[in-house]
């Protein structure tokens, strides 16, 4: 993979458990609470991050994977934009929307991250050639004062509909520093179509991401996937060739919508996960309630790009 040989020539690379394709070691365990659960699908990044083994790991997100560990274990993942990073030689690296991403305990190190794994191959053919990232200036903090000059998308309705009002609390609190203090200004949006934008999202990634896994797990071989993977493949191959063409059709609705929001805020601010870490019972039945609101923001988004950095003042 050719982030992954750019992170060993840079000395941040880690290779861990995913839950969904890469399971096998076990049950990842949340270093914070081990009997709480770590959120996936780059579960061993996001935990061994948090544990301090190590300062940064790279996972793979096409619907919340990194931001939703990074979220229950308390460190910052970053969504890049579709294409900024070389997908060669991922298990899903021919799709459109998936990325790999970093994880990392600040903002500072996902940053620093991200612009030693940007950019792509000669043999990358979906890869962008984006321009250098804007790097952080460690040494002050003086450009806290450019804050002031953001303007902030917020969807009330997403604050109202979690299940622990410690989220939306902790979200408040930090939307009213943002504001009093650094000068952000609050916008409230509202952001149309979200379930035809979730419709249009799972048979995007889960068309591109059955067509990337058929050839790696022939005869037999998807017995070594988990049960709930297994059902979500199911699902996946139910879909048709006129499924994903409507899907595709939804999505360039979508981003005209996002268009149209992101000419008047330059960030969408949301709750990651509608829930606090829940109790892991591994083996048990699947919880679809609390699986839904897992994913329930990060949904509404995938198409984008997003990061999650802990609540912090």
Known sequence: ???????????????????????????????????RYTGGSSSGPAAIVASGLCSAALGTDGGGSIRIPSSLCGVVGLKSTYGRTDMEGSLCDSGTVEIIGPIA?????????????????????????????????????????????????????WFNDVKSTDISDKCEDILNLLSKTHGCKMVEIAIPDLDEMRTAHIVSI??????????????????????????????????????????QCLRRRIMYHHMEIFKKVDFIVTPTTGYVSLTDHSGNECNYN??????????????????????KS
């Open 290 to 311: 609390g699986a839904n609101h897992d994913n329930k923001f990060n949904g509404g988004l995938n198409l984008d790009m997003g990061c999650y950095s802990p609540c």
């Open 1 to 35: 993979m050719v982030v992954v040989e750019k992170g060993w020539r840079r000395g941040i690379v880690e290779e861990s458990d995913g839950h969904e394709v890469a399971s096998w070691p076990g049950t990842t365990r949340n270093p914070h609470a081990p009997e």
């Open 206 to 247: 889960g068309s591109e991401m059955l067509c990337s896994v058929n050839p790696y797990f022939e005869e037999g071989k998807w017995l070594r996937l988990s049960y709930d993977t297994r059902t979500s493949i199911a699902l996946f191959q139910s879909f048709t060739a006129t499924d994903y063409v409507a899907a």
């Open 105 to 157: 305990s600040t903002v500072e190190d996902v940053m620093l991250v991200y612009a030693a794994i940007l950019g792509s191959s000669p043999a990358n053919r979906i890869s962008l050639k984006p321009s250098a990232p804007c790097l952080p200036i460690l040494s002050s903090y003086d450009s806290l004062n450019a804050l002031g000059s953001l303007r902030l998308g917020k969807y009330t309705a």
